[in-house]
Nanobody, 123 residues
Framework: QVQLVESGGGLVQAGGSLRLSCVGS????????MGWFRQAPGKENDFVAA????????DYADSVKGRFTISRDNAKNTVYLQMNSLKPEDTAVYYC????????????????WGQGTQVTVSS
């Protein structure tokens, strides 16, 4: 059974930091480009960050550039999202996803999705 399981979400004050983790089971993450997406209440699922299979290529949404960092540890079958200088507008459910294609911002190209982890940033 293929699963992506996110963790690390929670409640944090504006300006704080969180690190999200995404662990794969039933699939080898090193065979996939990985992405993070987020969905706030009443809004669409938005691209946040993506990383290539080797980790050598990364892409970020403009809204998080300079504050968020995506990384991966293929030996641990895990992808991370380090989030610094958090803002109330970062509040959302964060999802990790896996795609067999190259790094992409398009959610429809991701094959596997986790269940999400809630991030709430208070002002």
């Amino acid at each position: 059974q293929v699963q992506l399981v996110e963790s690390g979400g929670g409640l944090v004050q504006a300006g704080g930091s969180l690190r999200l983790s995404c662990v794969g089971s039933g699939l080898t993450l090193s065979s996939y480009s990985m992405g993070w997406f987020r969905q706030a209440p009443g809004k669409e699922n938005d691209f946040v960050a993506a990383i290539s299979r080797s980790g050598g290529l990364r892409d970020y949404a403009d809204s998080v550039k300079g504050r968020f960092t995506i990384s991966r540890d293929n030996a641990k079958n895990t992808v991370y999202l380090q989030m610094n200088s958090l803002k109330p507008e970062d509040t959302a459910v964060y999802y990790c996803a896996a795609t067999p294609s190259i790094v992409t911002t398009r959610g429809m190209q991701y094959r596997y999705w986790g269940q999400g982890t809630q991030v709430t940033v208070s002002s």
